[in-house]
């Protein structure tokens, strides 16, 4: 199977929640690529993709409005992105990416999901290793040649490109992705989302009561306001 369907699997081990969770996710985002890079999205490419992927996920106007006049506001708090480390249940790699203004109260409740739910809270570096950081652009396909396209992007960033299902899926390193965005925009190709992700290198197998031990531990973080994305290398039952 091709990379666009590891895209796919990598997407699904979010086990992203309810729409509400997911807007205050993306509102958190917004609100930070705002206070690095301004409130203006044609001269900032974080909130610019930010903003494509609050569209993409139906998310209302006034919600991304909100997000930007809050990070602008004195009173806004820095927002702190930390990454968590560890193993859940049967050995399960799992990395956690926050966002919070409080970093005390943060890693306490993710020190306490792992403990409580049978997983080891690891040190920086414990897992990270076992997932590839990519970044991904999804484009539609209709009106493009997906062999002219690679040669197009070659040059600006492209690791590997695929098409699956009508959409062309870009894949290119965190470094090089506001290049790449960029390189898109220009050439008036429409981004449909575009996301960074972490894809398992290996996965490890487990039988449905096993894998449901490591689910609810993925819910609980999930559940937690600090936390932004969750990512896994087990093996979707």
């Known amino acids: 199977m091709g990379r666009a369907y590891e895209y796919r699997k990598a997407k699904k081990m979010q086990r992203w929640g309810k729409m509400s ?21 044609g001269i900032n490419p974080k909130l610019r993709a930010i903003i494509k992927n609050a569209k993409n996920a139906n998310m209302p106007k006034d919600n991304v409005e909100a997000a930007i006049k809050r990070a602008t506001s004195k009173d806004f ?9 560890g193993y859940g249940p049967h050995g399960v790699a799992i990395l956690v990416e926050t966002a919070t203004d409080n970093p005390t109260r943060t890693v306490s409740k993710v020190k306490l999901i792992y403990s409580k739910y049978g997983g080891n809270f690891g040190a920086t570096g414990s897992v990270d290793f076992m997932f590839e950081r990519k970044f ?18 070659i040059d600006f960033g492209l690791d590997e490109i695929e098409e699956d299902e009508g959409e062309i899926y870009i894949y290119t390193s965190f470094q090089d992705s506001n290049m ?16 960074a992700l972490r894809i398992p290198t290996n996965y490890i197998d487990l039988n449905e009561e ?19 994305k969750v990512f896994h290398n087990m093996k979707e039952i």
């Open 77 to 85: 708090a820095d927002m702190a992105e930390l990454i968590y480390e």
């Open 180 to 195: 790449m965005q960029n390189t898109l925009e220009e050439k008036g190709i429409d981004i449909i989302s575009s996301e």
């Open 21 to 41: 969770i997911n807007f205050t996710k993306i509102g958190k985002e917004i609100s930070m690529a705002v206070k690095q890079g301004g409130a203006d999205p």
């Open 210 to 228: 096993e894998a449901e031990k490591v689910y609810k531990m993925l819910d609980k973080f999930e559940e937690d306001e600090d936390v932004q």
């Open 136 to 153: 991904i652009f999804k484009v539609a396909s209709e009106g493009l040649n997906i062999e002219d396209l690679e040669l197009e992007l």
